[in-house]
């Protein structure tokens, strides 16, 4: 086999990212909440940069106002600020796992038991059940499944009703019981039949218990007032609050859009180190390291007001866009595509992806993901953006009797004159996109 040495040169393109317009790019597609961790990151590596947030206390006000206040006061103090009111501004929320120790407190358990009740207080789910391994975990705390089982039973008896329960049915039957309801027929159903009651198979549940209509419907309705999720209120979450990075007003017939510039976090420049770079002759590694910073922070001073700049500029285009919507509302979403936005701007559709991505605009009509403005639809008569048919069929629904819902066909033929022909398959498919049952399970006795 021959081997040929040689030195061919070849002439390609690339596109080579600098370290500042990765920064640039990156920024952009970040969320303000995001951008907010990258900020203060930057603030312990970058000694040059200074932060300051718009979201300051009067303190001295606050504590005057405090001092002020005397025990027989029937009316707040009211405040310029409704933010210097510090009881609006923390709130504690005690989880479900702390709630029911602290109920555990109050029984008298000896030592070894309120072990077992505490493992069995850690080992139940957001929602509230008791779904591990009974003989597991009774080899692993040294008891019997006998005392396990008892230990459960008395963490079945907290608050909320229903809790520790090992199963629905099992939960359903406590908070019975809580409520001293004894109905041998309500536990049977419960234990065996609710699924025919959940695919509202209520005539099988007649013939199956020899009851009629009336009756079955009576125990229905006891059901419905049942928890089946005891859990969930005290589900410990960790609150995310959506700042809007937008905000749209109407003054007279326009809409003004501007940036939300409250509470955001603003860079300064320490001028210590500005000085510093100035007086300093000999120290050429200190002078390096300082240029070094100072551009740093430069950079990332441009980066953020580029983006800015980057989400208003998309901002407005969408509410000029989408001006029929502002005014009158969902069922005027046009459908629009980024390549749209960014003809209009003459920017790169990813510059578009990355300015609406995890932003939010404050509307008239509440808050929105920029996202939601970009929607597919069907060219007709008029373009008719999918969304705006999922909420013209919501409306159809929640207007039907309930005792004779619409079937998808139904929906299909109303739509139709209203001038949106589609297929019943795609009512359904916008349905159940909805989070709707179909007739049969939103019928109603």
């Given at each position: ?66 001092n002020n206040r005397t ?75 006998e005392n396990l089982i ?131 002759q000999d120290d050429e ?161």
């Amino acid at each position: 086999m021959k081997i040929n040495f040689g030195l061919e040169l070849n002439q390609s393109q690339k596109l080579v990212l600098t370290k500042q317009l990765k920064q640039s790019l990156d920024i952009l597609n970040m969320s303000t909440h995001d951008l907010e961790e990258v900020i203060s990151k930057e603030r312990e590596e970058n000694p040059v940069i200074e932060i300051d947030k718009n979201d300051k206390i009067d303190w001295e006000k606050y504590i005057n106002n405090i001092n002020n206040r005397t025990y027989n006061q029937t009316n707040p103090v009211n405040y310029d600020n409704e933010d210097y009111n510090i009881e609006n501004m923390i709130k504690y929320n005690m989880n479900l796992y702390e709630y029911l120790k602290n109920q555990i407190n109050y029984y008298n358990l000896n030592k070894k038991d309120k072990e077992i009740v505490e493992y069995i207080i850690d080992s139940i789910d957001d929602q509230g059940y008791f779904k591990s391994d009974i003989e597991e975990i009774a080899n692993i705390l040294k008891t019997t499944k006998e005392n396990l089982i008892k230990n459960l039973k008395v963490v079945q008896t907290l608050e909320p009703s229903g809790i520790g329960a090992r199963s629905i049915e099992e939960c359903l039957i406590i908070q019975l019981k809580e409520k001293n309801i004894q109905d041998d027929l309500l536990e049977n159903i419960i234990e065996n039949d609710l699924k025919l009651l959940a695919d509202k198979k209520y005539k099988e549940v007649c013939k199956k218990y020899r009851i009629n209509m009336e009756k079955c419907i009576e125990v229905i309705n006891i059901i419905k007032k049942l928890n089946p999720k005891p859990g969930n209120k005290y589900t410990s979450s960790k609150n995310n609050y959506i700042t809007p990075d937008v905000i749209v007003e109407k003054i007279g017939r326009e809409y003004e859009v501007y940036l939300n510039e409250k509470n955001t976090t603003h860079i300064k420049i320490n001028k210590f180190y500005e000085e510093i770079l100035k007086s300093s002759q000999d120290d050429e590694n200190a002078k390096q390291y300082i240029k070094e910073k100072l551009n740093s922070a430069f950079n990332l001073v441009k980066n953020i007001e580029s983006r800015k700049n980057t989400i208003l500029r998309i901002s407005k285009e969408i509410v000029k866009y989408q001006y029929e919507f502002f005014e009158n509302g969902n069922k005027y979403l046009k459908p629009l595509i980024l390549k749209d936005i960014a003809q209009n701007l003459e920017i790169h559709e990813s510059t578009v992806s990355r300015g609406v991505n995890g932003k939010y605009i404050l509307t008239p009509h509440g808050m929105f993901e920029l996202k939601y403005f970009f929607s597919s639809g069907l060219k007709q008569q008029e373009d008719i953006a999918s969304t705006s048919i999922k909420n013209i069929i919501k409306e159809i629904i929640n207007s039907e009797d309930k005792k004779k819902p619409y079937s998808d066909s139904k929906i299909c033929t109303l739509l139709e004159k209203k001038d949106i022909n589609i297929s019943r398959r795609t009512v359904a498919k916008y349905r159940e996109e909805l989070g709707i049952g179909s007739s049969s399970k939103r019928k109603e006795f």
